[in-house]
């Protein structure tokens, strides 16, 4: 192939390229803009705000809205969601782990018809089981806990198909020098096959971490005092007016915005791990 053609057909590609970022750019911003509105509003008077609303940038900027979150219990409710998605983080990975783990390695009757029934479990909408957690929960004094908001969470289906999954893709033969030199199964999951499942124990982390910290129908059935309302169940509070009158949107969008911080950071975090521990997991299955 020539020069010249080569020159000719890279002209050719350049209104296509340009079109095609055009498009993304367009994309990004439709994107992105509702999260500059967010903040935006949330530096906003509650007039402004009304008169205002699609406007990101607030004709008097102030911190009102900020300053009137430490009087509704705000503090309280972050609080709240930072106990239980510290343990369910934790008692999730570590239980998830361990199933996985059981169901890929350990051989025992009824194997089979467990993993069926976690993928069975997948596949049923969380709604549906909103009224049976509440009995369980009710009969069991647990109503309105701590323990009722943090124990029905600490196992998912989701993050055991994870594990169990990237625990197949590690060849047997790991396990089998340990296994000759008399190490039992705790063992060998702590010391050899859970530091080996890196990439698939962050995606886990933050799963757990997110899918707690947002979890709202679950506390909406697991307790009903204002002590025990976390952020998700609080925001809620806040959009339907039961503190104030109102839109108050400064202070709404303001409440999420704070709400939104600590997911955003442990994503970041994580986020370039994530991404490798992925790409292992595809070369590797």
């Known amino acids: ?22 498009a993304l750019v367009v994309v990004a911003a439709i994107y992105i803009y509702p999260f500059i509105l967010q903040i935006g509003t ?65 051989k025992f009757g009824g194997r089979k018809v467990v993993l069926a029934a976690i993928l069975a479990v997948m596949a ?77 124990l962050i995606t886990l982390t933050v799963f757990a971490f997110q899918g707690s910290w947002n979890e709202f129908t679950h506390m909406i059935v697991a307790r009903s005092s204002a002590e025990t309302n976390t952020l998700t169940t609080g925001v809620a509070a806040l959009t339907t007016g039961q503190f104030g009158s109102g839109n108050r949107y400064p202070l709404k969008l303001a409440a999420a915005l704070v709400m939104t911080i600590p997911v955003a950071v442990v994503y970041f975090i994580f986020q370039r791990k994530l991404v490798r521990g992925q790409g292992a997991g595809a070369v590797k299955g």
């Open 124 to 200: 049923v909408p969380g709604v549906v089981l909103l009224i049976p957690k509440f009995l369980i929960l009710n009969q069991l004094g647990m109503y309105n806990t701590y323990s009722a908001m943090i124990i029905p969470l600490l196992w998912d289906a989701t993050g055991i198909f994870i594990m169990k999954q990237y625990f197949d893709t590690i060849p047997p033969s790991v396990e089998e020098a340990a296994r000759i030199d008399g190490a039992g199964v705790f063992r060998r999951f702590w010391f050899i096959m859970l530091p080996m499942a890196g990439p698939a």
């Open 42 to 106: 949330s530096f906003k008077t509650d007039g402004d705000s009304t008169y205002n609303p699609l406007n990101p940038f607030p004709t008097n900027p102030t911190t009102a809205a900020y300053q009137t979150l430490t009087t509704v219990d705000f503090p309280l409710w972050f609080w709240n969601s930072t106990i239980v998605t510290f343990f369910v983080t934790i008692g999730r990975v570590l239980l998830c782990s361990a199933a996985g783990y059981a169901l890929s390695r350990l």
């Open 1 to 22: 192939m020539s020069a010249a053609t080569t020159t000719r057909r890279r002209r050719r590609a350049r209104p296509t390229t340009i079109l095609f970022y055009v």
